[in-house]
C-alpha cells in the first residue's frame, strides 16, 4: 500500500463493506431482541404455571394486545404486574 491510488480503492472497498455488514446486522439485532424476549416471557410464565403459547393465546382471546417487548419489560421489571396481566 504505497501510493495513493490503491488506498482509496481500498478504503471504497471497506466502506461498502461496512455498510453491508451494518445491514445485515441490524436485521439480526431484531432477531436476537424478539428471541430473548420470548425468553423472559416464557420464564416468568412459567412460575405461574403456563406455558409461553398458551399464555400468548389466552392474551389474543381477552384482545389484549401488549406486544413482547412490553410484556418482556413487564415481565422482568414489574413481576406483580405481570401476575395479574396472566391471572386476570
Not at 446486522?25 to 410464565?45: C, H, M, T, V, Y
Request: without cysteine.
Amino acid at each position: 500500500m504505497w501510493g495513493r491510488k490503491s488506498k482509496i480503492k481500498v478504503a471504497k472497498i471497506a466502506a461498502v463493506k461496512a455498510g453491508t455488514n451494518a445491514y445485515r446486522d441490524r436485521k439480526l439485532k431484531k432477531r436476537n431482541n424478539r428471541g430473548l424476549q420470548q425468553i423472559r416471557i416464557s420464564a416468568s410464565a412459567r412460575t405461574l404455571g403456563t406455558s409461553y403459547s398458551k399464555l400468548m393465546g389466552e392474551l389474543k382471546k381477552r384482545k389484549i394486545e401488549l406486544d413482547r417487548k412490553v410484556l418482556s419489560e413487564i415481565a422482568t421489571k414489574h413481576p406483580e404486574v405481570f401476575e395479574k396481566i396472566v391471572k386476570g
